[in-house]
């Protein structure tokens, strides 16, 4: 899909609530409030099946927040986090549009670091909040155009406001940002941050970008990257670090 055509998909999907494997979401809009610090508008975006078989009713005391991106489109990242008995999703999808689509109760949990992860997998994705950026992640050169890691293109290598080139784990192109997704990202930060009593604190450089032993008893925000050595490029530095950052320590 190409970059400009990602608007209008978003939209059908807000409209039917209807994702990529045809099932429905319940897209109930609901607000919350924050304390100090105002609210935070969201979707509740459950199965309207009442299916609950994509994350685990459990809770467990939650220590840290791991930033993800989708590498897909809304649709089809929502059908994929909601898949039936798979148990891999995350609270929170944030849409490029901004729009911020909570899939179960963050108290509960699923699997989102994936086998190998620094802590252990169940250990730490229990004990972790999970947050998807929906983007299509790293992209690579195919002539004058840049293709998603599914041979899509995705844009024109001249529409540089649509990626950002960044060197990070053997690729060098990847897909922005929006100012929506920051925007509601910082929110939804300071909200999970507030609730859950986790730090405001981010990685130096050059850890910010590595993945180590330390990581799980680091605490505040990270991301993927941090929990796996290899295999994985979500988020690197092609991401307004110090954006988020001034933004949630404000």
């Known amino acids: 899909m190409r970059v400009e055509d990602i608007a209008a ?11 990529s494997n045809g099932i429905r979401h319940n897209m109930i809009s609901k607000s919350i409030g924050i304390p100090g610090d105002g609210s935070m508008d969201y979707i509740d975006a459950g199965l309207a099946s009442g299916d609950e078989s994509y994350f685990y009713k459990t809770r467990f005391a939650k220590d840290q927040i791991v930033l993800h991106f989708t590498m897909g489109q809304l649709g089809g ?3 994929t986090l909601a898949r039936q008995n798979d148990h891999v999703s995350v609270p929170f999808v944030i849409g490029r549009n901004g729009t911020i689509y909570n899939l179960f109760p963050s108290f509960y949990w699923s699997y989102h670091l994936g086998p190998g992860a620094v802590g252990g997998n169940k250990e730490r994705s229990r004990k972790t909040l999970g947050i998807e950026l ?10 004058d155009e840049l293709i998603n890691d599914y041979g899509g293109v995705y844009c024109r290598i001249s529409e540089t406001a649509y990626y950002q080139r960044q060197s990070f784990r053997g690729y060098d192109y990847y897909a922005t940002f929006t ?7 910082i929110v939804l930060l300071r909200y999970l941050t507030d609730r859950y009593n986790i730090a405001r604190n981010f990685l130096a450089e050059p850890d910010r970008y590595t993945a180590g032993s330390a990581i799980q008893d680091s605490g505040g925000i990270v991301s993927h990257a941090n929990y796996r050595a290899t295999g994985k490029t979500d988020i690197g530095p092609a991401f307004d670090w110090q954006k988020v950052i001034g933004g949630v320590q404000a």
């Open 77 to 79: 990242d929502m059908a």
């Open 9 to 19: 998909h978003e939209a059908r999907f807000d409209a039917t609530g209807v994702n």
């Open 134 to 143: 929906s983007n299509i992640g790293l992209l690579k050169p195919q002539g």
């Open 179 to 185: 100012d929506a997704q920051y925007t509601a990202l």
